[in-house]
């Protein structure tokens, strides 16, 4: 069977269970953009689509090794200040299935782009990242995000989330949306009411909730595979392990790394984040930040659970943990940061492997929402990471590439088990 799995084979797919899903692909549809930077004329401006800046997006999205996305939307509302880009990488496996970040890419200037430049860049990369996620987690769905740009804290309302779900609507199932960075529950509840493809409701609304539970719960199972990897059995009793950013799935993980014995040094640049956990758990240590978080003597395991690109150049060399295995999306800054980890002896268990927990709890509630079902889906996360630390091993590749085939395997048509007795054997169904 031809491949359409990766970078380049994502543009097609079977039939897809999901009533209503429009099966165009390969569609970028522009809405109401005006020119960045002039206020003269509406439509996409020329100059703004040749200039250095929008060439680099344009670049990413049609050319590069990192692109290959099925659509790209951008929406806007005036009337509510809704900006949005949802990023639709593959459909492949099915609906495209990721969450809504809110964000303000304030800090974009400094990387001599605009916000809305690094919004694009952002839902393209994190798109993409889930097509990966989701084949891994074993999901029948494809890979999409969306991003809100704005500043949570001062842009979101009601009129503004309902302009987003329709949006999100006005796709047909082709992205079903959820909780990223910066929404929340009572976000998706909203949207709902203008959309019926969002997912990670409250419970009062049908919902399964707070999907942080099952994706700390799933870091977690990841760290337990990492252990017996390194150290032969799959418990961190006795370890340290460090965590920058306990924000919702940082906190939880917390608990889950006490409760196994484990000793846990925290850091966030949010006080009362840190004050939370402290009040919950006295005996967890904090570090000033994260730049001495990962110095930390006698570190064993960190947890990047902030935001993207925590492993860099910069980062890489100055850690003493011996593996790396937290939440945040995206945490290798660029390609090659992972062989980097490897040549250092650090153990890296791939970040869209073991956060997927929060995405089986969401893709779970589409069919009505079944904790124990859920859990047990996120339990396999030990077996997943288990299984690509060995392929890692055994094909002499750091495990973020062994990640990335055996998900490869799973888009072609050739879906990995689960249960490694079953080897390969699986292959074909
Ligand atoms: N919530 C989920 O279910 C889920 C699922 C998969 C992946 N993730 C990823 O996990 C990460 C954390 O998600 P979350 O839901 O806990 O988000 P969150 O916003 O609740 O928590 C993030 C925390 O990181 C802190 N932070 C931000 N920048 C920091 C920095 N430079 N140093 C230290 N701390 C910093 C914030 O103050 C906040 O407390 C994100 O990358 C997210 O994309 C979350």
Same mark, same amino acid.
Request: charge should be negative; glycine fraction near 12%.
């Given at each position: 069977?031809?491949?359409?799995?990766?970078?380049?084979?994502?543009?097609?797919?079977?039939?897809?269970?999901?009533?209503?899903?429009?099966?165009?692909?390969?569609?970028?549809?522009?809405?109401?953009?005006?020119?960045?930077?002039?206020?003269?004329?509406?439509?996409?401006?020329?100059?703004?689509?040749?200039?250095?800046?929008?060439?680099?997006?344009?670049?990413?999205?049609?050319?590069?090794?990192?692109?290959?996305?099925?659509?790209?939307?951008?929406?806007?509302?005036?009337?509510?200040?809704?900006?949005?880009?949802?990023?639709?990488?593959?459909?492949?496996?099915?609906?495209?299935?990721?969450?809504?970040?809110?964000?303000?890419?304030?800090?974009?200037?400094?990387?001599?782009?605009?916000?809305?430049?690094?919004?694009?860049?952002?839902?393209?990369?994190?798109?993409?990242?889930?097509?990966?996620?989701?084949?891994?987690?074993?999901?029948?769905?494809?890979?999409?995000?969306?991003?809100?740009?704005?500043?949570?804290?001062?842009?979101?309302?009601?009129?503004?989330?309902?302009?987003? &779900? #329709?949006? *999100?609507?006005?796709? !047909?199932?082709?992205? @079903?949306?959820?909780?990223? /960075? $910066?929404?929340?529950?009572? +976000?998706?509840?909203?949207?709902?009411?203008?959309?019926?493809?969002?997912?990670?409701?409250?419970?009062?609304?049908?919902?399964?909730?707070?999907?942080?539970?099952?994706?700390?719960?799933?870091?977690?199972?990841?760290?337990?595979?990492?252990?017996?990897?390194?150290?032969?059995?799959?418990?961190?009793? &006795? #370890?340290? *392990?460090?965590?920058? !950013?306990?924000?919702? @799935?940082?906190?939880?993980? /917390? $608990?889950?790394?006490?409760? +196994?014995?484990?000793?846990?040094?925290?850091?966030?640049?949010?006080?009362?984040?840190?004050?939370?956990?402290?009040?919950?758990?006295?005996?967890?240590?904090?570090?000033?930040?994260?730049?001495?978080?990962?110095?930390?003597?006698?570190?064993?395991?960190?947890?990047?659970?902030?935001?993207?690109?925590?492993?860099?150049?910069?980062?890489?060399?100055?850690?003493?943990?011996?593996?790396?295995?937290?939440?945040?999306?995206?945490?290798?800054?660029?390609?090659?940061?992972?062989?980097?980890?490897?040549?250092?002896?650090?153990?890296?268990?791939?970040?869209y492997v073991v956060n997927a927990g929060g995405v089986i709890q969401v893709a779970d509630e589409l069919q009505g929402f079944d904790f124990a079902r859920a859990k047990a889906k996120a339990g396999k996360i030990f077996d997943t990471t288990a299984e690509i630390f060995r392929r890692?091993?055994?094909?002499?590749?750091?495990?973020?590439?062994?990640?990335?085939?055996?998900?490869?395997?799973?888009?072609?048509?050739?879906?990995?088990?689960?249960?490694?007795?079953?080897?390969?054997?699986?292959?074909?169904?």
């Amino acid at each position: 069977m031809r491949s359409r799995a990766g970078r380049t084979l994502l543009s097609s797919g079977p039939p897809h269970p999901q009533e209503g899903v429009q099966r165009d692909t390969g569609v970028t549809t522009v809405t109401d953009v005006r020119p960045l930077s002039r206020q003269s004329s509406p439509g996409v401006h020329q100059a703004d689509v040749d200039g250095p800046a929008d060439a680099g997006v344009l670049r990413t999205l049609f050319h590069s090794e990192q692109g290959g996305h099925e659509q790209v939307v951008l929406c806007q509302d005036r009337a509510s200040g809704l900006k949005a880009v949802i990023a639709i990488h593959s459909t492949a496996l099915g609906p495209a299935l990721g969450g809504t970040r809110f964000h303000p890419y304030a800090d974009a200037v400094e990387h001599h782009q605009r916000p809305e430049e690094a919004a694009v860049l952002d839902a393209l990369n994190l798109a993409r990242g889930m097509t990966y996620k989701n084949a891994l987690a074993g999901l029948d769905h494809g890979g999409g995000k969306a991003v809100i740009i704005g500043d949570p804290e001062k842009a979101k309302s009601e009129e503004l989330l309902l302009a987003y &779900g #329709r949006a *999100v609507a006005s796709l !047909g199932g082709r992205y @079903v949306t959820a909780c990223d /960075v $910066g929404t929340y529950v009572q +976000d998706m509840d909203v949207i709902s009411r203008e959309c019926r493809w969002t997912t990670g409701r409250s419970p009062a609304n049908g919902g399964a909730g707070d999907s942080s539970v099952l994706t700390a719960y799933g870091v977690f199972q990841g760290m337990r595979a990492s252990a017996q990897h390194l150290w032969g059995a799959p418990t961190l009793r &006795g #370890r340290t *392990v460090g965590i920058a !950013g306990v924000g919702k @799935v940082g906190h939880l993980l /917390v $608990g889950h790394l006490l409760e +196994d014995g484990a000793r846990v040094v925290i850091t966030d640049v949010r006080p009362e984040s840190v004050a939370r956990v402290r009040a919950a758990h006295p005996e967890v240590l904090v570090a000033p930040d994260t730049a001495a978080l990962i110095r930390t003597e006698g570190m064993d395991m960190y947890a990047p659970c902030a935001l993207g690109g925590a492993l860099d150049d910069d980062t890489v060399p100055a850690l003493t943990a011996k593996a790396v295995c937290g939440a945040a999306n995206n945490q290798l800054a660029h390609p090659g940061v992972e062989k980097d980890l490897a040549d250092r002896g650090i153990l890296y268990a791939p970040d869209y492997v073991v956060n997927a927990g929060g995405v089986i709890q969401v893709a779970d509630e589409l069919q009505g929402f079944d904790f124990a079902r859920a859990k047990a889906k996120a339990g396999k996360i030990f077996d997943t990471t288990a299984e690509i630390f060995r392929r890692a091993d055994a094909d002499g590749v750091p495990p973020a590439a062994a990640a990335d085939r055996i998900a490869e395997q799973r888009i072609a048509g050739r879906e990995p088990s689960h249960d490694p007795s079953a080897g390969r054997s699986a292959a074909g169904r």
